[in-house]
């Protein structure tokens, strides 16, 4: 039973607790995607874009790689600590306020990246294709833009509808909850409830809210992205992260790392 005092508030106007819980698991992350720039990639791969960025996790981190990078975000405190971070760091604080369904870049990048279902706030057909359609347009031909999302599974498997996370940074800690609260398949959505249990020497408090994601079965995806001209799904691994390990994509999948290539 929670004790905490309770704040009803987005999750995403807190971007220093969201960045230590999810920024904290940053390494394979990082070093998977560099792997897929090397491997689907002909040429170099030396400017990123990444579509609903948050706080930037990554992004600051290819900076300091090397690399030109910028993003967008539809949260503006999230925007804001991405830019005093790359600006912390010295770089041009590129991120911007915007919609991934409706952006379009002054000129193309190599590669773009979209990790952990953020595509899925999306919660029409409508502004997915939309959005694959701006992506198509933002990427170099050759180049790859490197989707994950979680699928439906198959009927008759087990989903896993609750995880927790724990992260401490100095003096703080924030344990993050997220659980089930409705799902519905033939209308393409399932709800989430969220909680960040946030302590520090003087207060302790839980914020909490509810996100919801548009639901795609294999086939829905294969679909979508064959709708939109100029991408094509050029090979797919799993959470694991593993270039050596690509995995078939069959309706047994559950979870996905698309790469979607820009022809
Ligand atoms: C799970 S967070 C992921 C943030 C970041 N990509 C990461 O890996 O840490 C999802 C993000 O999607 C953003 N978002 C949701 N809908 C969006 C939209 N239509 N356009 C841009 N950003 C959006 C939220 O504000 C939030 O920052």
């Known amino acids: 039973m929670n004790s905490l005092p309770v704040i009803d508030g987005d999750i995403y106007d807190f971007p220093k607790y969201y960045d230590l819980v999810y920024g904290s698991d940053w390494k394979a992350e990082f070093d998977f995607l560099r792997q897929l720039f090397q491997r689907h990639v002909e040429f170099d791969v030396n400017s990123l874009f990444e579509p609903a960025c948050g706080t930037g996790r990554l992004l600051y981190r290819f900076a300091r790689a090397g690399l030109q990078v910028a993003g967008n975000d539809l949260n503006r405190k999230s925007i804001q600590f991405c830019n005093q971070r790359l600006a912390r760091y010295g770089f041009e604080p590129t991120a911007t306020v915007g919609d991934m369904s409706c952006f379009e870049l002054d000129s193309c990048v190599d590669a773009a990246f979209n990790t952990i279902n953020s595509f899925r706030h999306l919660n029409t ?48 800690t924030v344990n993050s909850r997220i659980w089930l609260v ?74 996905v790392v698309l790469i979607l290539q820009r022809t």
């Open 125 to 172: 057909h409508a502004l997915a294709k939309s959005h694959l359609e701006c992506v198509a347009r933002a990427i170099k031909p050759g180049g790859i833009y490197v989707l994950g999302l979680h699928l439906s599974p198959a009927e008759g498997l087990d989903t896993c509808d609750a995880e927790s996370w724990s992260a401490t940074r100095g003096l703080l």
């Open 182 to 255: 409705e799902r519905n398949y033939p209308e393409r959505y399932e709800t989430f409830g969220m909680a960040f249990d946030v302590y520090t020497p003087t207060k302790q408090f839980q914020i909490q809210d509810q996100v919801s994601f548009r639901t795609y079965t294999v086939s829905q995806i294969q679909e979508l992205v064959e709708s939109v001209e100029h991408l094509e799904i050029a090979c797919c691994y799993d959470f694991r992260y593993e270039i050596e390990r690509p995995i078939k994509l069959d309706e047994t999948v559950e979870d």
